[in-house]
């Protein structure tokens, strides 16, 4: 029986079995349309009583993970499909946008769209591309005009000496003790990801993840024949005891977090937390991949964190994607990859085999930035710029369940019932409001969180966010939705 096999026992055991059939559907081990034992079958085999395995199935029901049909018993659930990042409109505005909108409180007028779906972080604020060209270019005389010349030459995959060497000190910023060796150059940090994936996972390796987290990964395990495995997580992050047992019950190779900023809830991971997690992950031997792309705009500005990264925990396991374009401009794609010293050589081939190298006049471009403080002054102006934004959020969205961070660089908006974020994203889309919708963060079979992500700086000025505010305010106040 697969069940008997999945099941990990815990307290409260009905939990235990809910985790085991989540486990078994995310590994592909049941499959959409399988019939579950009956509740009687199901008890005597794990030894558990009736009532235990109701209350289990009632609770998979609940995360969306089986069907009751009545008479002929319980069912696992029908995939529900992916969402497309790269296509799907209400969360990156494309030709379908409504034209006419309901406009302000739904009154039938032609208004304008503001997306804050898509995170584009204040964007206007970047580095100017032009200063930073025309820079370059008067420096183009003796040996200044040779290290130009030189980023027309192939490199190595790993990047440049002195681009590696801002790569450092831009990795520092997270806590990370990196030096030029210890890293490698990627074209922005899904690179770094695919990169990863590719060069230590195999087909039918688990990916461990948080229940909400970032699409991309789930569609890229898709792509490379990767299971996700979605694990129970609290407003601390992921659930070390729900690890440990997805980590019992089928292995896990890699497990993949957000700790500073959590995509879409933004919440953080304490340091004790951390602790635990990296335990667990020493204990089965998992990777850590350490995505902490909004980490920047939320750690403090001087001196170490608050809570340690876990490529200081665990340096032998985990791979930290330090990215630059949530602050440098997403157009500039270079990522700095911070690996165990004996993963280098691996990441660094499959770099050579799919891309070459990253263009070395963008790493240029990041370097020069790096390394004069301009990136330094860019943070500081979004920091302040997204701590306006969202001491507005509040103030609009007050007596809601608005979670936040004083410089984060977007909100998650928690909906009363009987909202769903799909609901709420489409009446949200028919006032001129585009936000993303907490199911287009499922990973697996799993329960949708009745909640949306807003973007903050999705918009250029903050006029125009406090109208989107608005209509989302006026949203809540109205009637609900028919369910």
């Not at 792509?223 to 729900?242: K, N, T």
């Not at 330094?376 to 609009?396: H, I, P, Q, T």
Request: proline share 7%.
């Amino acid at each position: 029986m697969k069940l008997a096999d999945l099941y990990v026992p815990s307290s409260p055991k009905y939990l235990a079995l809910a985790d085991a059939v989540e486990r078994g559907v995310a590994g592909g081990l049941l499959a959409p349309g399988e019939a579950l034992p009956t509740q009687r079958e199901l008890a005597g085999a794990l030894g558990v009583t009736v009532g235990t395995v109701t209350r289990a199935y009632a609770e998979t029901a609940r995360r969306g993970l089986t069907v009751g049909i009545t008479g002929r018993g319980t069912f696992i659930a029908e995939a529900r499909p992916d969402v497309d990042i790269l296509t799907e409109d209400a969360v990156l505005g494309g030709p379908d946008l409504p034209g006419p909108t309901d406009g302000a409180a739904g009154r039938g007028g032609t208004g304008p769209v503001r997306n804050l779906g898509f995170i584009a972080p204040f964007e206007r604020l970047n580095p100017s591309l032009g200063e930073a060209l025309a820079r370059l270019a008067g420096t183009a005389k003796g040996r200044a005009a040779r290290d130009l010349c030189e980023l027309q030459r192939y490199q190595r995959p790993g990047g440049l000496e002195r681009h590696r060497a801002a790569g450092a000190r831009w990795a520092r910023r997270y806590g990370a003790a990196v030096d030029p060796d210890d890293l490698l150059i990627c074209a922005g940090s899904q690179h770094a990801l695919v990169t990863i994936l590719t060069s230590l996972c195999k087909p039918g390796d688990r990916i461990a993840t948080e229940i909400l987290g970032y699409p991309l990964l789930k569609q890229l395990a898709r792509r490379l024949r990767l299971h996700v495995v979605p694990v129970r997580s609290d407003e601390s992050g992921m659930l070390p005891d729900a690890l440990d047992a997805a980590c019992r019950s089928g292995g896990v190779a890699a497990v993949y977090l957000m700790p500073t900023c959590r995509n879409p809830t933004t919440g953080a991971v304490p340091a004790a937390r951390r602790r635990e997690l990296t335990e667990v992950c020493r204990r089965h031997d998992a990777l850590i991949i350490e995505d902490d792309v909004f980490a920047l705009s939320l750690l403090p500005e001087k001196g170490a964190p608050d809570a340690p990264p876990f490529s200081a925990l665990a340096p032998e396991r985990t791979c930290l994607i330090a990215a630059t374009s949530e602050i440098l401009g997403g157009g500039l794609r270079v990522a700095y990859l911070c690996p165990p010293q004996h993963l280098l050589p691996e990441l660094e081939r499959t770099i050579a085999y799919t891309i070459s190298m990253v263009p070395p006049l963008m790493a240029e471009l990041a370097a020069l930035w790096i390394e004069d403080g301009t990136a330094d002054r860019v943070l500081a102006a979004k920091r302040a710029e997204a701590a306006a934004r969202n001491r507005l959020a509040r103030s609009v969205l007050d007596g809601f369940g608005l979670e936040s961070r004083d410089t984060g660089f977007f909100c998650w908006l928690r909906l009363p019932r009987p909202w769903t974020g799909a609901a709420f994203a489409d009446a949200a889309r028919r006032r001129g409001v585009l936000v993303a919708e907490g199911e287009h963060f499922l990973m697996g079979h799993t329960t949708p969180e009745h909640g949306v992500r807003l973007a903050l700086g999705g918009v250029d000025e903050r006029d125009e966010l406090s109208a989107a505010l608005t209509e989302l305010a006026a949203l809540l106040h109205g009637p609900a939705p028919r369910t």
